[in-house]
């Protein structure tokens, strides 16, 4: 099998060497997302803002790849602030439908450009 790039214009530059998402057969691995605003490039402000950015950046990788959240097996969440875990969960529930994905929440002492969460994963196409 062949690796190929999945990349949308819809979500912020990859800011290093990384595609946004690799697909391999039908398993599309996508790279982590961080609330940037992918018209500014900048991290948006506020811990509910910087959620849903992180999953509408994912959703576009998502469609990119000709799939949506319907298709993701595994999602990881990392934030910086483990007490914003229920907000996590509340915000999920308007971008995921049952079943939903295995999923891991995961501290961390910080995110690049100091985001206050980052979300990645994997989708498995038909």
Excluded: W
Excluded at 29 to 48: A, H, K, R, Y
Excluded at 64 to 91: C, Q, R
Aim: glycine fraction near 6%; avoid cysteine; proline fraction near 6%.
């Amino acid at each position: 099998m062949k690796k190929i790039a999945i990349n949308s214009k819809n979500a912020p530059e990859a800011i290093g060497p990384y595609s946004q998402a690799i697909r391999n057969g039908n398993i599309v691995f996508l790279s982590g997302q961080i609330p940037l605003d992918p018209n500014t490039m900048e991290i948006v402000e506020g811990i509910e803002a910087q959620i849903n950015q992180v999953f509408e950046n994912l959703s576009q990788v998502i469609k990119a790849a000709g799939a949506s959240f319907d298709d993701v097996a595994k999602l990881n969440i990392y934030l910086t602030d483990l007490s914003n875990f229920g907000l996590v969960n509340e915000i999920m529930k308007n971008y995921f439908t049952e079943p939903f994905p295995a999923r891991a929440a995961i501290g961390v002492a910080s995110l690049p450009k100091n985001s206050l969460v980052e979300a990645d994963g994997f989708l498995m196409l038909d």
